[in-house]
C-alpha cells in the first residue's frame, strides 16, 4: 500500500473508498470473499441507534500526498485473499 509511505508519523488515516455500508453488509461481504461463515456474531435487526452506514473519509491522506483508493471494498478483500493463498 503506497498511501502507507507518504503518511506524518503520529497522525491517523483513513484509508477508505469513501463509499459507505453498514456492518452487517460488511460482515456478508467478509464472509461471501472469504467463504466462510463466522461463528460466535450475535445478528440481530438494525436497532434505532446503529448507524446506516460506515463511511471512511479518505481526504486528510489525499490532501496530503494525492492518494485516492485503486479499488472497491469488494475487489479490494478479493486481492488481499489472493495474496493470503
Known amino acids: 500500500m503506497d498511501c502507507l509511505l507518504f503518511g506524518r508519523p503520529g497522525e491517523a488515516y483513513n484509508i477508505g473508498t469513501g463509499a459507505g455500508m453498514d456492518n452487517m453488509q460488511a460482515l456478508e461481504l467478509l464472509e461471501t470473499v472469504f467463504t466462510t461463515r463466522f461463528s460466535g456474531v ?38 488481499l485473499k489472493r495474496q493470503l493463498e
Request: hydrophobic share 25%; no cysteine; aromatic share 8%.
Open 42 to 79: 450475535n445478528r440481530q435487526a438494525p436497532r434505532p441507534f446503529d448507524v446506516n452506514s460506515n463511511v471512511l473519509d479518505h481526504t486528510k491522506l489525499t490532501s496530503l500526498n494525492g492518494w485516492r483508493p485503486t479499488y472497491n471494498v469488494r475487489s479490494g478483500l478479493e486481492t
